[in-house]
């Protein structure tokens, strides 16, 4: 699964589970496009369409919910993904009323299946053949099903409830173990009430699901419907969640941001780091909303760091960020050098400074190698650049947002260049040189946005490669930088060889076009 679908989705089920299901939309169409645009993103599209079942189930347009299973399902080839949105489909089917489902259920079930899977298939057999009025083939059905979870961990709650089993007590307290450990998982086990269901309590006093129609409680048939619609798969929507906050926070915009952050190799402290920052302005935008006081902020920031380490990309983040809780008017980034503030001649510097700033307003400028802008000796302009920033930095701190980064060192002289530097500064976020693992993840990255794949052989020699460069590195080492060229390397060595070899390009194998072979990494690597 590519991380960046995956994070979105990850997102999207956490706003659908809050009850906002207009974010976890939004975020599922960022999936789909981040799907759309993958070389071979056929099981991406799937997990989004399922996604896409799931939080339509939860809205309760089951004929939605079971157009976008079918699809799932057509994009779909792992027998036991398959499996189940095939049942998926039937518990859907059996919701809006559809005949044939038993027949469908028992064909599944005679195919088999890891054992949640064919339990399920049993509590959906037993929905069908009560919905038919046989109510013994429905007991045989649920008996069935708790046979293949004896002696297992528990099954979810709504599982359980369907196929009759008894909740499990809570563990016992620590203190009462004597100095055990935790012990195994409490086993499934049916109720004792559980085989006869005519109608009434059981013998333990508990409700249970029963047959509906047999007389059990209203609340009991809507446990049994829920089950049936699938509304399972997710907590019912609180009424009231996200009316405050949608007056001044783009929820989707904001998810989305942190979903791609999410997404990004490595970077663990970063993120986060950035996640803190973000819940905090999200706070600040809340409670103003709310109508409370807000405590000023400075969105201003450090970045310290080599070069390829990702610095540039968290700053777009920032930007999508601020933008979303409100607190800048766009998300442009504006990324600018001491060659574009700096001027050779006097009284020209600040001109420059200011049309920079002015370009940059309701954004982010976004300063790179910012510590070149310390004065470099007598009749150098850069203190006056960094006078001017810093005028324009307290006068326009609603409308921008100033990142400056660089090396680690020198970030920490141009700080002290200059006494009211760093107070502008909300924060330092320090971003490390990444480890030879994630090297080779951004390698197999590039690779696979652009529709090639390393080969077992090129994949061992690219990563020792980096690992040896990752081993001998300096302060000047590029990270993610280095590994691009490597990569741009290896593909103009690949075409060299296929087309030095003699046929057209027209005769070549499009795979043999995907695959990148040892020998193109050695042609890459030779001096």
Request: charge should be negative; glycine fraction near 12%.
């Amino acid at each position: 699964m590519d991380r960046r679908v995956a994070s979105y989705l990850d997102h999207a089920g956490r706003e659908l589970d809050r009850g906002r299901g207009d974010v976890a939309e939004g975020l599922e169409g960022e999936a789909l496009r981040a799907a759309e645009r993958l070389p071979d993103g056929r099981g991406e599209r799937a997990a989004v369409l399922a996604f896409r079942a799931r939080r339509l189930r939860a809205a309760d347009d089951l004929e939605g919910a079971l157009r976008a299973t079918a699809e799932a399902r057509a994009l779909t080839d792992a027998p036991a993904a398959t499996l189940d949105l095939r049942l998926e489909e039937a518990q859907l089917r059996l919701a809006l009323g559809e005949s044939g489902v038993r027949a469908t259920v028992e064909a599944l079930v005679a195919e088999g299946g890891a054992p949640w899977a064919m339990a399920r298939a049993q509590a959906l057999l037993a929905r069908a053949c009560e919905a038919e009025g046989d109510v013994e083939a429905a007991r045989r059905a649920e008996a069935a099903g708790r046979r293949l979870l004896a002696g297992g961990p528990p099954p979810p709650r709504e599982l359980a409830e369907a196929l009759g089993i008894a909740p499990q007590p809570p563990p016992a307290a620590p203190a009462s173990r004597a100095g055990r450990g935790p012990g195994p998982p409490p086993r499934a086990t049916a109720r004792p009430d559980a085989a006869p269901r005519g109608g009434g309590s059981g013998a333990t006093g508990g409700p249970g699901p029963r047959v509906p129609g047999s007389g059990t409680g209203g609340g009991e048939r809507a446990d049994r419907a829920r089950w049936d619609r699938g509304a399972h798969r997710g907590p019912e929507p609180p009424a009231t969640a996200g009316t405050t906050a949608s007056r001044t926070v783009d929820e989707t915009a904001y998810a989305a941001a942190l979903a791609d952050l999410d997404a990004l190799v490595g970077l663990a402290d970063v993120k986060r780091q950035v996640h803190r920052t973000a819940q905090l302005l999200r706070m600040r935008a809340l409670r103003e909303a709310a109508g409370l006081r807000v405590a000023d902020v400075s969105l201003h920031l450090v970045f310290c760091g080599g070069p390829g380490t990702g610095k540039t990309t968290v700053a777009r983040l920032y930007g999508r960020l601020y933008h979303a809780l409100g607190l800048l008017g766009s998300d442009r980034l504006v990324e600018v050098d001491r060659s574009g503030l700096v001027s050779g001649y006097v009284g020209q510097t600040a001109t420059r400074v200011n049309e920079v700033v002015d370009s940059a307003l309701d954004g982010v400028l976004f300063v790179d190698e910012a510590y070149a802008l310390a004065g470099r000796g007598p009749g150098d302009f850069g203190p006056e650049a960094i006078a001017t920033l810093l005028k324009r930095m307290e006068d326009d701190r609603d409308r921008l947002a100033v990142i400056c980064a660089g090396y680690t060192r020198e970030m920490e002289a141009f700080l002290a260049s200059n006494s009211g530097l760093a107070s502008r500064f909300a924060e330092t976020v320090t971003f490390p040189d990444y480890l030879p693992a994630e090297l080779v993840e951004i390698l197999e990255r590039f690779c696979a946005a652009h529709d090639y794949q390393l080969d077992g052989a090129a994949l061992a020699r690219a990563s020792e490669a980096l690992r040896g460069w990752h081993a001998a590195r300096d302060e000047t080492f590029a990270n993610a930088r280095t590994v691009r060229n490597l990569f741009d390397d290896v593909i103009a060595a690949q075409a060299d060889r296929l087309l030095s070899a003699g046929p057209r390009g027209q005769d070549i194998d499009p795979e043999e076009m995907r695959r990148l072979r040892r020998a193109d990494v050695d042609a890459a690597l030779a001096p």
